[in-house]
């Protein structure tokens, strides 16, 4: 019997062959571009799809560094940072943010329309507040609210509170240098920021701080100690203060020189200021006048014109002059003394502080060589200190001068310098003819292993502006104005001392003439003389009360610094000794 047949229903076609040809090559293909694409995914593009997962995952948020201290040359902390928290909120994550709202500002001491605002903002980040007591911090991390948390930030804080508070200057909420040296060196003690990661959910809730999430690069502000003594800077806003108090001007400074390094060791100004809350006071009070203010010091820029005539060769310590009993008809001008002298030496004049005997000296000296001079003692031109706000003083061009205006500058009048060109000026003649230029820094540090960037290494000598023949002569003549002249007042037993006094009229506000009721009273000291350590001045602006000339409102403060400093110094007092004029005789 045959076995039965297939019908041809049963059997597969070609075409039925062709189709399942077509769908196995479909799905072959499928396969092949899904693996494909996964090899893209996981192999070419993986770093892509990785930073966007993570972006999806973590939120970045800046982390400030620790900025650098501030210290004195002894390492005392004139500014640092403390720890402390801030709080802040994700408002998308406030789910309940009037309950949140109330609790916080019990918490915290807030008001809740402000807050509330802030809260129902669109937004991921908003500040609640910053900078709050541990003991607050304390209080809202136990409440747990629901998209709220706490951050560590630095405060910045100034241990020594107003000392040398327009050296130190100051810094904003985020740690930005304003003023001072935290300005001026801002990029040195800010670091370098890094980056925060904190884990999230999909709706960007912060869930933790991601401690194994790496930070970027970060490093902390470098450590600045500056060439400023804490105690000598006490020293000079004490009996600066005590000067003040009896004479009452309209502010003052007192500035304390290294005489053989140029060295600032103290600066000070009144009106001063607290550098932790600088809001709080007018601005007028957070200027440091040493450097931003100028003014026609008088009588006190005499020696220079008698360096520039004995350094020409014009003149000699004996040459005498007729002072002309007080009175000096030039032209249609008539130049004045205090008191009526007849014949003076050089020395004499400078001694008895005559505007005639410097005028006189002056015009033989000449324009240009005057000019030149003065220059070469820094007038006209920003001293270089590392402070910011300086100016350049008033030192007009030779070409504008006639003789009127040698003899006018030849005692003071017609040229306007900072205190602190001023100060660096007269300390060329304890430095034996040599401008120093005036230093702030003393060294910079790394802040985790105080490996050292930077030292001041000695003095830097910015010209040679007499030889030390004539800083010789003139620093005797500076002695006698101490022991037998106007500066009398400044006198001290324990220490010889040079120095000048000087009494200004000052500027009207308008430009046009003098006021005839305000004067600058200044001093200038300098000591030892035998060996000189430091170089003093001291300016009172507009005294009210009980004087107004440098001998008798700004000499005794000045001689009283001098003192406690040479003091604290430990420098040796100076041997038995006669007056320059005993010794003449």
């Not at 003690?189 to 890094?194: E, I, K, P």
């Not at 602190?420 to 985790?448: H, R, W, Y």
Request: charge should be positive.
């Amino acid at each position: 019997m045959a076995s039965p047949q297939l019908p041809d229903l049963c059997r597969p076609t070609r075409s039925m062959k062709l189709r399942a040809a077509i769908g196995m090559g479909a799905l072959f293909v499928a396969l092949s571009l899904l693996v494909y694409r996964l090899a893209q995914i996981q192999i070419a593009d993986h770093d892509r799809y990785t930073r966007l997962a993570l972006q999806q995952q973590f939120i970045n948020r800046s982390l400030s560094p620790w900025r650098g201290n501030i210290c004195d040359r002894s390492g005392h902390f004139l500014a640092t940072s403390v720890q402390r928290f801030s709080i802040f909120a994700d408002p998308s994550a406030v789910e309940h943010p009037k309950p949140t709202a109330l609790m916080l500002c019990k918490a915290l001491g807030l008001k809740l329309g402000p807050l509330l605002s802030k809260l129902t903002r669109p937004r991921q980040f908003v500040w609640i507040k910053r900078r709050v007591s541990d003991e607050a911090a304390e209080r809202v991390r136990r409440m747990s609210l629901e998209g709220v948390c706490l951050r560590n930030e630095r405060q910045r804080v100034y241990p020594q509170g107003r000392l040398a508070a327009h050296v130190v200057g100051f810094a904003d909420i985020d740690g930005r240098g304003l003023d001072g040296t935290e300005l001026e060196l801002d990029r040195l003690l800010g670091g370098m920021a890094s980056l925060e990661a904190l884990a999230c959910d999909a709706r960007r809730r912060v869930i933790h701080q991601a401690g194994d999430r790496p930070f970027l690069s970060r490093a902390d502000g470098y450590d600045v100690y500056l060439t400023i003594d804490s105690y000598v800077q006490n020293i000079a806003q004490e009996e600066l203060a005590a000067a003040v108090k009896k004479h009452r001007p309209e502010c003052a400074w007192a500035i304390v020189l290294d005489a053989q390094t140029g060295e600032v060791l103290a600066l000070a100004n009144w009106p001063d200021f607290e550098p932790g809350t600088p809001g709080a006071f007018d601005p007028a009070d957070r200027r440091n006048r040493a450097i931003t203010d100028v003014y026609e010091f008088g009588s006190v820029m005499k020696p220079f014109t008698v360096a520039a005539a004995l350094e020409a060769g014009t003149v000699t310590p004996a040459t005498e002059f007729n002072c002309r009993n007080g009175a000096w008809v030039v032209g249609r001008r008539t130049i004045h003394d205090v008191h009526p002298y007849g014949t003076l030496t050089v020395s004499d004049i400078v001694t008895k502080s005559s505007n005639i005997g410097a005028g006189q000296i002056g015009l033989l000296v000449g324009v240009e060589e005057l000019h030149y001079r003065l220059q070469s003692f820094g007038f006209g031109a920003p001293s270089g200190i590392n402070l910011p706000g300086e100016v350049s003083g008033l030192l007009r061009p030779a070409s504008r001068w006639n003789n009127h205006s040698l003899i006018s500058v030849a005692f003071g009048q017609e040229l306007a310098a900072t205190p602190l060109s001023v100060a660096c000026a007269f300390n060329v003649f304890p430095a034996g003819g040599l401008l120093l230029q005036p230093q702030i820094v003393k060294k910079i540090t790394e802040p985790d292993n105080g490996r050292v960037v930077y030292e001041m290494r000695g003095p830097k000598a910015v010209r040679r502006v007499v030889g030390e023949q004539t800083a010789c002569q003139v620093m005797q003549m500076l002695q006698r104005v101490v022991e037998e002249g106007t500066g009398e007042p400044a006198k001290l037993q324990e220490y010889t001392m040079g120095g000048k006094t000087g009494t200004a009229q000052l500027i009207r506000t308008d430009g046009k003439g003098y006021r005839s009721d305000a004067y600058l009273g200044s001093f200038v000291g300098i000591a030892p003389v035998e060996e000189p350590r430091i170089t003093v001045l001291v300016s009172l602006k507009a005294p009210s009360r009980n004087g107004y000339y440098g001998g008798v409102v700004a000499a005794p403060a000045c001689a009283r610094i001098i003192s406690r400093t040479l003091s604290y110094m430990q420098v040796p007092q100076s041997p038995p000794r006669i007056t320059v004029a005993e010794a003449d005789r």
